[in-house]
């Protein structure tokens, strides 16, 4: 962890953000790899599915993305959908956003907007500063991680041995598990908050109707109804915020 | 219907993604005083990445037993204090070895 009130050197924060960033690559790597094999059947060139990947950094918005090309489908109707599923990241630009160190030039928050990915916005919203040389070390990993990882899988064309996949997606999801855990012992109110929001969002999977809502929508919906509801009845004091 | 190239497309989708990431962290200049907005946005990580982890993991994997595994794992070592890594690389062990015998 940095340190909240000096100033970290900027090497030492920028390997902080390779070391964390790693795993976090890895996952990406054998996603992208995914992500590549499919883009394949729409007519995608390994050039183009990794300037792809390189462009966007999203895992849903790519896949909704291959759909509308191979169908041919309008610009609005894509600009529309990746809105949709990406929505997310404007409620963790947000919060990232309080997180920043005061007078933060824009040139930094421009190059840090470009990698608010659900990995790591949620690696990195655990400090209670947010340095950008910490963000470009994750940077400088994540994203040949997923570059790579796609062009890779749409020029070998065959799929990774499922079972690595399989371990690899699953610690992508052990990182936001290894972030939230501990923050559910220090809250009482996070140590029911957490599951309860497991809870509901498996509702919305099974339930009909519910279920028909697309993945970008629920986490919005959840996170906005969740999140002012616990804020509205336990209000958090600033000391409870530092910790 | 007029045919798009696909970097006509890409470039499209980039622009959409980068000004939902870019704008609030641009127009939010400054700690945020209201007392409910700063609660919810407090609250906000936890539950976004606690919709995202369940139950999409588990269908992460190539059955619902091991990633059911992989993750009560998870949740165990990051209870015990493990670090990050530490918590991704035993839950990542524990599917690759379950998914031997399953």
Redesign the interface.
Known sequence: MLSTDLVPSRTACFWQGVRDGLPIAIGYFAVAFTFGIASKPFGLDALQAAFMSFTNMTSAGQFAALGIIGSGGSLVEMALTQLIINLRYCLMSCAVSQHLPDGLPYYHRFLMAYVVTDEIFGVSIRQKLIWPCYIYGMLAVTVPGWTCGTALGVLTGKVLPLRLISALSVALYSMFIAVIVPAAKDSKVLACLIPLAMLVSSAFNLLPVLRDISYGSRIIILTVSLSLAAAYFFPVHEEEEEQ | ?T??S?????????A???L???????L?????KQ???????????????????????LS???SVA??AL??LC??F???R?????Q???????V??IA??FI
């Open positions: 219907m045919e798009h696909p970097y006509t497309y890409i470039i499209v989708m980039a959409v993604t980068y939902i990431r870019v704008l609030p962290l641009t939010i200049r400054s700690r945020i007392p409910l907005l700063r609660s919810f946005l407090f609250y906000v990580p936890y539950v976004t990445l606690a919709v995202m982890t369940f139950p999409a993991i992460a994997t190539g091991s990633a992989g993750f998870a949740v070592c990051a209870y204090g493990r670090s990050l890594v918590v991704a690389a035993v839950s990542c062990a599917v690759f998914e031997l």
